[in-house]
């Protein structure tokens, strides 16, 4: 330890209550500007990186940013629907490969993602433990959803009910998981993955009761051959299990059926060239780049960080006010120390040099106090800003 | 004890002539026509309280500048020197007692006497400088107080803690000022006499400013600074030395 190192260390130590109270306002001072610096540098990355691993999205007209968000990122509002037909149509010739992904509802607070065996795929998603939902009523966790929840293959979660007043939506589904995801650090860690029928099913598209001709008098509407009409009063399965499976079934044509997006994985970039240019003229679909929209966000996030930055360059001419006046206060305080080094003769540079060295100490662990606070304050927003 | 070895030949450690220093107008002043000191001689400074002892202490030491005259250390007469340069000659050459000590309280009494070598590198190796700490350490009964803050030692102990600051940098010049003053008798003696062991061994010269009549016999100058004339240590009665009142 060099010398002046060593005696300001031994001067900050001696009076350790002023020490850490100077610290303190410090660590004060930058906790903020350090905070919100971190949580938008995290949240631009983690939203670049994921828009850069999804060519294209597709959904119905629109907001962009809630259609990018809801189906990148299972956030934000949920868009319009779009058919699962329209979705597929758009890789009916071989040019990309599309996924569909429904997520409207949620289980346990995370959302349920509803999507086909593609979507593991093209995201690279490893299964940790036991298997990707083959039947209706599976699931699959994502990490962190696992870890919240306290979850492993075998258990089941109820998904959560939804609006009082969504009259057309079904009823809670117990999902069995059969499932949990390797850890990626982004979104899906969070989601929970069934199949898009069972997703239907959880829209109320589907559902299962026992044999209709089985059915009690009052929960008939009316009957006709070996056509019956069940009332709404007929009792619906609330678990989906290899007993009922059978009675569970869809109404309608399966491609009419909504999704919230769709992720297009193109062929090669001629084929997204085409794609972008067929769809650039379609009023009943949109096909997004999601780099764009994302940039187009955190353009908006960058304006109002500006305010942060305005904020934060007072807050350090504060600080280093603060700290001037600190200085100008110790050299008074000290003025009996400072004349006992001028009478052995200890240079006016090394005696500058040790309240630099001091100041210095105090501002490094004001600083590194900042930082860890602010990394965690970060953590905490990010995880109550993005559920992350 | 006189002198080991005063060289009356060798060119002065010290050299005043013609000093005139005052704090102001109608305030104290410091007249000293001229004053010699040489390699090894050790001389005391007595006088009442008040009469400008400490005052001298700091001139010889370049701390303060005369307002007329001359104090020359090694030849070169503080006043030619820039602030930066009198700073710099001092912490290596000069040895420094202060009259309240002035150690600081927030170091060990280790660091209290390495200060110099803490701030100022080029006076040599740390270890070196410790090495020679722990030998004067044990001269004077610190061995076991160096990890201590002055808060922790009597007045006593750090009065041999403020010695050992002054003798670590190997000074070529010792100024103490009442060096033993809060000392008990024996105690008094030992400090005395190491000091003066290590300023015969370093061949520095001594100017010790002290109350304490009986420690006189061991220098070979004792300066009445009332009277303003030097003397021989030893000089018959009714010198003006022997009428300097006792400490106020």
Not at chain 1, 58 to 83: I, K, Q
Not at chain 1, 170 to 188: A, I, M, N
Not at chain 1, 246 to 272: I, S, Y
Not at chain 2, 67 to 75: L, N, S, T
Request: with cysteine.
């Amino acid at each position: 330890m060099s010398g002046a190192l060593r005696l300001a260390w031994r001067y900050l130590a001696h009076h350790r209550g002023r020490s850490l109270l100077l610290v303190a306002c410090l660590a004060l001072a930058l906790l903020l500007p350090i905070a919100v610096q971190g949580l938008v540098r995290t949240f631009a990355t983690e939203l670049r990186a994921r828009a850069a691993a999804t060519p294209l999205v597709a959904g119905a007209p629109g907001s962009r940013y809630d259609l990018v968000l809801n189906a990148l990122y299972f956030r934000g509002r949920v868009p319009a629907p779009l058919t699962v037909g329209e979705a597929r149509a758009i890789g009916a010739d071989g040019l990309a490969t599309v996924v569909p992904v429904l997520h409207r509802r949620t289980a346990g607070g995370h959302p349920v993602v509803g999507t086909t065996p593609e979507y593991h795929e093209q995201r690279g998603l490893a299964v940790a433990q036991g298997t990707l939902p083959l039947v209706l009523g599976q699931a699959a966790l994502g990490a962190r959803t696992a870890t919240r929840l306290a979850l492993a293959p075998g258990d089941t979660l109820l998904t959560d009910q939804g609006s009082l007043y969504d009259l057309a939506a079904g009823y809670p589904l117990r999902l069995h998981v059969v499932g949990v995801l390797g850890e990626t650090g982004g979104p899906d860690d969070d989601a929970v993955f069934v199949d898009l029928k069972t997703a239907w099913i959880l829209e109320g598209l589907g559902h299962g009761h026992g044999d209709a001709g089985e059915q009690a008098p009052d929960r008939v509407l009316a009957r006709q051959g070996d056509e019956v009409t069940l009332g709404a009063a007929v009792v619906e399965y609330g678990e989906i299990t290899p007993e009922n499976l059978a009675g569970f079934h869809f109404h309608g044509d399966d491609d009419e059926h909504p999704v919230t997006g769709a992720l297009v994985f193109p062929r090669d970039d001629k084929a997204r060239t085409l794609l972008r240019g067929r769809y650039r003229v379609r009023s009943d679909v949109q096909l997004l780049v999601p780099a764009e929209v994302v940039e187009e966000v955190l353009g908006l996030v960058f304006r109002l960080k500006r305010f942060f930055d305005a904020n934060s360059v007072l807050v350090g001419v504060s600080a280093a006010l603060f700290l001037t006046v600190v200085l100008l206060l110790t050299v008074r305080v000290r003025r009996a120390e400072l004349e006992t080094y001028a009478r052995l003769g200890v240079a006016r540079a090394a005696v500058a040099r040790l309240l630099v060295v001091e100041l210095g100490l105090v501002v490094l662990a004001g600083a590194a106090t900042a930082a860890v606070l602010g990394a965690l304050v970060a953590a905490v927003l990010r995880r109550v800003l993005l559920g992350t | 004890m006189p002198d080991a070895a005063p060289r009356s030949d060798a060119p002065p450690a010290l050299e005043v002539t013609d000093l005139r220093f005052a704090y102001g107008p109608g305030a104290f002043e410091l007249d000293l026509p001229a004053w010699r000191l040489v390699p090894g001689e050790r001389a005391a400074c007595i006088g009442p309280s008040g009469c400008g002892k400490t005052t001298l202490l700091d001139l010889l030491a370049g701390i303060r500048l005369p307002d007329a005259g001359r104090v020359a250390f090694e030849g070169v007469a503080w006043s030619e020197l820039d602030e930066a340069a009198r700073r710099r000659r001092r912490l290596a050459r000069v040895g420094f007692v202060f009259q309240e000590l002035e150690l600081l309280e927030h170091l060990t009494a280790r660091d209290n006497a390495l200060v110099a070598h803490h701030l100022a590198p080029d006076l040599g190796p740390l270890a070196a400088a410790e090495a020679r700490l722990d030998e004067l350490a044990r001269g004077l009964g610190l061995e076991r107080l160096l990890d201590r803050r002055p808060g922790g030692l009597s007045r006593g102990e750090r009065q041999r803690v403020a010695l050992a600051r002054a003798l670590v940098t190997s000074p070529s010049l010792v100024l103490a000022d009442e060096p033993t003053g809060n000392l008990d008798p024996r105690a008094k003696r030992g400090a005395l006499e190491l000091l003066l062991a290590e300023v015969e061994r370093l061949g520095a010269a001594l100017v010790v400013v002290t109350h304490d009549h009986d420690l006189l016999d061991a220098f070979g100058t004792v300066f009445d600074l009332q009277q303003l004339a030097p003397r021989p240590s030893g000089a018959p009665s009714g010198t003006p030395a022997d009428e300097a009142e006792p400490p106020a």
